[in-house]
Antibody, heavy 121, light 107 residues
Framework: EVQLVESGGGLVQPGRSLRLSCAAS????????MHWVRQAPGKGLEWVSN????????VYADSVKGRFTISRDNAKNSLYLQMNSLRVEDTALYYC??????????????WGQGTMVTVSS | AIRITQSPSSLSASTGDRVTITCRAS??????LAWYQQKPGKAPKLLIY???TLHSGVPSRFSGSGSGTDFTLTISCLQSEDFATYYC?????????FGGGTKVEIK
């Protein structure tokens, strides 16, 4: 079964850093663009960032630009999100998601179970 | 950024009902629209992409229509397992944006 498993979430103070990971399995990871999407408690979905299959294209939401860095290691079938200067409003469940198509814009056909990030003093 | 307005934000329905949810984009997005279903404590699941293409394994009672700026998700005969929150999303341009969600509750 195609699977994405996030890890690295936790409780962190405002201004500190956290690195999320997403391990992919049972699909050709380096064929697909990947995204991070977050969901604050009781709220809707918010897109965070995207990285193309070869890391040549990276895009961020304005809310995280300059603070978050997305990356991937295709040899390890892994996606990452380095989160710096965290704010209370970054508190959310963070999902990684796989694009359903190769080489063109696509919907997110596979999602991980999410990892919770809580930013609080 | 393209704004997606989803309505209604919630609805109450009974098993067997026909349910319709709409999304309107602030500018044309061709058919680059997806629909997701999310149940409490679970990750979203893809239902429909390219506005009207059913994702693998999704029951045929789900259907999508529309292009440009106006889109619709229809559940033809609501089942107990369909009570959930539904989101639309555009993937025409960055930033990717989601509708605010529609919570489908039991009447």
């Amino acid at each position: 079964e195609v699977q994405l498993v996030e890890s690295g979430g936790g409780l962190v103070q405002p201004g500190r850093s956290l690195r999320l990971s997403c391990a992919a399995s049972r699909f050709t990871f380096d064929d697909y663009a990947m995204h991070w999407v977050r969901q604050a408690p009781g709220k809707g979905l918010e897109w965070v960032s995207n990285i193309s299959w070869n890391s040549s294209t990276i895009v961020y939401a304005d809310s995280v630009k300059g603070r978050f860095t997305i990356s991937r290691d295709n040899a390890k079938n892994s996606l990452y999100l380095q989160m710096n200067s965290l704010r209370v409003e970054d508190t959310a469940l963070y999902y990684c998601a796989k694009v359903g198509s190769i080489g063109s814009p696509g919907a997110f056909d596979i999602w991980g179970q999410g990892t919770m990030v809580t930013v609080s003093s | 950024a393209i704004r997606i307005t989803q309505s209604p934000s919630s609805l109450s329905a009974s098993t067997g009902d026909r349910v319709t949810i709409t999304c309107r984009a602030s500018q044309g997005i061709s058919s680059y629209l997806a629909w997701y279903q999310q149940k409490p404590g679970k990750a979203p699941k893809l239902l429909i992409y390219a506005a009207s293409t059913l994702h693998s394994g999704v029951p045929s009672r789900f259907s999508g229509s529309g292009s440009g700026t106006d889109f619709t998700l229809t559940i033809s005969c609501l089942q107990s397992e369909d009570f959930a929150t539904y989101y639309c999303q555009q993937y025409y341009s960055y930033p990717r944006t989601f509708g605010g969600g529609t919570k489908v509750e039991i009447k």
